[in-house]
């Protein structure tokens, strides 16, 4: 009995993604894929290459078209549908390191996703917060005045939290 050939696991995440890159949103065309990753490496990305690459027929899949692909595909959905960590969990460490380099460059690029901290996680949210209060509690002022303090603090956070839960709802599709 004839064994096939099974994709490597970055084709198969590549492929998977592209055709389901998030909730509710359509299937990335090959052809568009192919053009995006063009664009954004600034060389030839054939749709013949992308179709060998998810095939698994090619025989070396480099690193940077590894990440042109996973860029081209969050891109064209405008989701995070391909992350550094998924491509660390397909077996390619060199590709997500260089692939997290990008989107740092790209955040860098943009002005307003500068500011943002790509690295913050929910726990060092917490902990942050967790500081902020402790050093609101610590301030040389009246009990009183701590307690105000403390309570805009926790006021500002919880209007931050609920603008981007008011986004989420603009953005949604229905």
């Keep these: ?13 590549i492929e998977e993604r592209r055709n389901s890159p998030g909730t509710l949103k359509r299937a990335i065309s ?18 013949a290459n ?13 690193d940077r078209e590894i990440v042109f692909a996973a860029a081209a595909i ?20 060199t590709a997500a390191e260089l692939f997290n380099d ?3 460059n790209q955040a860098e690029a943009d002005p307003v996703a500068a500011a943002i901290d790509l690295d913050v996680t929910q726990e060092s949210v917490l902990q942050y917060l967790e500081r902020m209060l402790e050093e609101v509690r610590a ?3 009246s009990d ?3 307690a105000r303090m403390e309570k805009v603090l926790l006021a500002q956070f919880d209007s931050t939290l609920k603008s981007f839960e008011a986004q989420l709802h603009i953005l949604r599709p229905r």
Excluded: C
């Design 139 to 141: 301030f040389p002022a």
């Design 102 to 104: 990008y989107i740092k």
């Design 144 to 146: 009183k005045d701590r």
């Design 50 to 62: 992308w179709r060998r690459i998810e095939a698994g027929t090619k025989k070396k899949i480099s």
């Design 74 to 93: 969050n891109d064209l959905s405008r989701t995070d549908a391909i992350t550094p960590d998924d491509i660390r969990e397909a077996g390619h460490d």
């Design 1 to 13: 009995m004839p064994t096939t050939r099974q994709p490597p696991p970055i084709a198969r995440l």
């Design 30 to 47: 090959v052809r568009a894929a192919a053009t995006r990753a063009s664009q954004l490496s600034g060389e030839v990305f054939s749709e």
